[in-house]
């Protein structure tokens, strides 16, 4: 499972399945990364539930038509894994050559792990090849293999290949990191809202320390506005793409608003316990789906103190006339993260 690194390929294709639209984005590697298709596709009700496939070829048929509305042909793509079965952790060995961790880093890996070692795929970084302490700094990354074997598996029933399986914090990292240089100093908090689940990705000087996902998504306000209000599904999801805070909206939004920003309260908490060099976020940005319900990055700035910038993926990528085909790019973009983090990793 190839996890880092940015390899040599002229093009990347990036696609993030998740419950509510299915993404696709490609990217031309040159002197600088252009994007060349991005499209979406929404993806039937229930086919994914909480991160699981219910459905593999309901997911696999909407994947392969993507693949035809966007005219694109290429069958190797880079895909992402999350949720509570991927373990991302900061550790440290005793300093030897990259090529002689692995095996030292795998014993290690079993007392942060709480999976089974051999039910897992193991990948690791080394944060400082050229300390000179005596110890070294690892970013270690474990997905269970039975996760990456779905992934696989419903990519194959789609007529597409893996030629990366990346983890969602890290793809995120690579987009924002590409975007947002000035995020990489310091403590930054990356909140990207989904359909069903906020990922929550703590960043010390440029490096992923900690990640958390958090059952709650744009799903959730637009239950509350069907519930609560008695809109139906059409109404309540045109309120929270609305452009402008209501005063019909605001409680919803402020409810779940809270909710999201206690979760990135306590994994800073976390954070801070575990790790003598971080300390309060000094920057928070958030993006997916939820970035564009109106008021939910005042209320998340409210709570947690500082102000939330609502992330932009194309803000240092050139953009292909007609690359987002008929639908306005501005509309598309902020759902985009995902999968331009993915499409820029370059291909062996």
Request: charged share 25%; hydrophobic share 45%; aromatic share 4%.
């Amino acid at each position: 499972m190839a996890l880092f690194g940015l390899g040599g390929s002229k093009t990347t294709v990036g696609v993030d399945i998740g419950s509510g639209l299915v993404k696709l984005v490609e990217i031309q590697h040159g002197k600088e990364p252009v994007i060349t298709k991005a499209y979406a596709a929404p993806m039937l009700p229930d086919a994914i539930v909480e991160g699981e496939i219910m459905d593999p070829s309901v997911v696999a048929d909407a994947v392969r038509g993507l693949f035809q509305t966007a005219g694109v042909k290429q069958k190797k793509v880079v895909v992402a894994v999350g949720g509570r079965d991927v373990i991302i952790r900061k550790i440290q060995v005793d300093r030897m050559k990259e090529s002689d961790a692995y095996e030292v880093v795998r014993w290690e890996a079993q007392q942060h792990i709480p999976f089974d070692i051999e039910g897992v795929e193991l990948d690791f970084q080394v944060l400082d090849p050229e300390g000179e302490s005596i110890q070294m700094d690892v970013l270690l990354v474990a997905a269970k293999k039975e996760l990456v074997e779905t992934k696989t598996a419903l990519l194959a029933e789609a007529g597409l290949e893996p030629a990366i399986v990346d983890v969602d914090a890290f793809a995120l990292h690579n987009a924002f990191e590409v975007n947002y240089p000035e995020a990489m100093d310091g403590v930054a908090a990356l909140v990207h809202i989904g359909h069903e689940v906020t990922n929550i990705n703590l960043l010390y000087n440029g490096v992923p320390l900690l990640t958390r996902d958090l059952s709650v998504g744009t799903r959730k306000f637009r239950e509350d506005l069907q519930r609560e209000r008695g809109l139906s599904a059409e109404d309540a999801e045109a309120m929270l793409r609305g452009f402008e805070r209501t005063p019909e909206l605001d409680p919803y939004v402020q409810n779940r608003g809270e909710e999201i920003a206690i979760g990135v309260e306590r994994a800073v908490a976390f954070l801070q316990s575990s790790s003598r060099e971080a300390g309060a976020i000094q920057k928070a940005y958030c993006s997916g789906g939820g970035a564009r319900i109106p008021g939910l990055a005042e209320v998340l700035g409210d709570r947690l103190r500082v102000p939330i910038e609502v992330a932009d993926p194309l803000r240092a990528i050139r953009v292909k006339e007609g690359a987002f085909g008929t639908v306005p790019v501005d509309e598309l973009a902020p759902l985009m993260m995902l999968a331009v983090g993915l499409a820029l990793r370059k291909l062996n």
